[in-house]
Every structure is written in structure tokens, then in C-alpha cells.
């Protein structure tokens, strides 16, 4: 029977960093960065953060148009169920801002800093402006004034909110070891910036529609391809929104991807830069992003191509010393269970694995 012995080598998931064996002395008013309440928090704000990302380019490009704001003004800021949500998602972000000014830190000695001083002194330094810009309430304070000045005020400063994605980047570096997760993240990555440039892709038709003399634009003739035509004496004419965001969103994929079929074309000139710069940006995102899907799943197979190897190599050895079939059946279910295995020798003396080292010698009965 195959009898095993060697040292056991634990490296299980509870060793904790040296500062959490700490016991800090801290305010009861004081939370500690790695708390379960602050990790469920920043799970929190980084929904709000993804909600932010899609709705505030869409909301600034899409529904700040002068028949909606004209509504609005009439029924009041509450009657827009995306106003009241935006809303939510500014005081949200105001409490994240208090919550840190109480959130302990790690310095560069390892030590958790808990003193409130101290604490506030660093989320200064650190990213509170970034924090105060992305909170502030911009068409909420605004609100009322009713010009086209201040309606396209309003869409660039809401803008200002997807500053804290560069925040969320920082955090999500901790994941780039696991080829699944960025696999994932870089195809959410290339479907948010192809929604982002659809919303500028229509605010470039939108704005230039009205001082074109003929029917030129991309959205003119959007809405002559599908029958609704627009009536410049009739504000509320034409495509609707849901038409104008998917054929914009089909332009920039088609676009971003180098196949573009030529059935959403640009006409003027703005529209061809900003298809030029599309383009541009599509080749980087192939280079960067599109370039690292063969090795990241190449990456995700290879332990599975290193574990059929070891098994391969132990039923050489099986072979070659004509192991009988009961101890053979042993040692192939061993191996098995014992998962992703170092380089078998032909003599069979130690085996690695995850966490563990074993030496193994055969003999027979």
C-alpha cells in the first residue's frame, strides 16, 4: 500500500495581516477600515458609483432637452423619479464623505491610525476633494433658472460624479490576480466607454440639428430611415429617445470594433472628427484590452493542462514498474485527490501540493 509521511506546511485563509492582530484603542464613534460594517458600505457606494457611471452621461445628453426641462419646471423637481434618485445617490455620497472622515487608516509603519485628527488630516491629503466634487448636488442647486445655458450647465457639471470611478479603479486592483474577474471587468470597462461615447455621439448631432441648413446630420436621417421625420415646428417630433440611444450605441460599437457597416455614417465635419477619435481610441482598446483576453484564458486553463500532465507522467511510472492494478487504482485516486502536483520524478519522491509538501514511497505486500 502506498504509504505517505513528510511536514505539513498550513497557509490556510484565516492568517490575518500584522495590523489586524492589533488591538487598537479607539473612539466608540471611530470605525476600523476592515470592519464588516465598512466593508459592506464600500460594496454600497460602489453600486452607487456604476449606477452613477451609466446614468449621468445618459441623463446629461439624453433627457436635459427643453421639452423635458420645461415640464419640469412646471411640475417641480420631485415629479422626475431620476431627480429624486439623484438625489438619494448625492446624500449617499455625502455620508460616505462623513463616514471617512471617522474611518481608521494603515500608515506606512503597518500601524492602524485611530486617532480623529489624524484621520481627517489624511482623507484631506487624500481624496476628500475628489469626494466633495462627485457630492454636490449640481442641478439641484441650479434648479429653477430655466435657460438652455443653464440645462447644458447642468449636464456638464453632473459630469464631475464620475470622478470617483477613479477612486473604484484603485480598488479594484486587489482582483487583478483572478483572470476570471478581469476578463470581466475588462469587457464592462469597453461596454461603459462605448455608452459614454454614445452619449457624446448624440450630443454632437443634437446640438449641431438645429443650425444645419439640410438634413444632413446622423439624426435627420435616423429619423428619415425609420419614418419618424423630424418637424422643427413640432418640439416633440422625430425618433424617440429609446431609437436615438440604440442607434447611437450600435454607431460606437460598430465603431470601437472596426466593422462598421456604413448604415450610421458621419455627414458633417464635427461628426467625422469625432468618429476619427473613436476609431483611435477602438485601436488602443484592442491593444490594451482585446490583446490580453488570449493569455488571460490561457491563464485560467493552465492549471487544468499542468494537472492532466502530472496524471500522464504517474501513469508512465505505473507502467514502467508494472505497478499491480489494486495499488495502481490507489495511487491514480491519490494523485487525483491530491490536485495540481509539482513534476512527478521517475523515482516518485516528493510531491507539492497547495499548502502542504509529501513525501510518497511504494512498496509492496
Known sequence: WPVCSGAVLSLGADVLPEYKLQTPRIDKFTILHYSPFKAVWDWLILLLVIYTAIFTPYSAAFLLNDVEEHKRRE?????????VVDLMVDIMFIVDILINFRTTYVNSN???VSHPTKIAVHYFKGWFLIDMV???PFDLLIFGSGSEETTTLIGLLKTARLLRLVRVARKLDRYSEYGAAVLMLLMCI???IAHWL????????????P????????????GMSIGK?????????????????VTALYFTFSSLTSVGFGNVSPNTNSEKIFSICVMLIGSLMYASIFGNVSAIIQRLYS???RYHLQMLRVREFIRFHQIPNPLRQRLEEYFQHAGFLSPVYPSLGIGFTQGRSVGCRVRYR
Open 75 to 83: 411640475c417641480g423637481y420631485s415629479c422626475s423619479p431620476l431627480n
Open 211 to 222: 443650425y444645419l441648413g439640410d438634413t444632413i446630420g446622423w439624426l435627420d436621417n435616423l
Open 229 to 245: 421625420q423630424y418637424n422643427y415646428s413640432d418640439p416633440s417630433s422625430g425618433p424617440s429617445i429609446k431609437d436615438k440611444y
Open 198 to 209: 454614445a452619449c457624446i455621439w448624440y450630443a454632437i448631432g443634437n446640438v449641431e440639428k
Open 303 to 305: 492549471g487544468t493542462a
Open 190 to 192: 469597453f461596454a461603459l
Open 110 to 112: 503597518e500601524e492602524v
Open 134 to 136: 462627485a457630492a454636490i
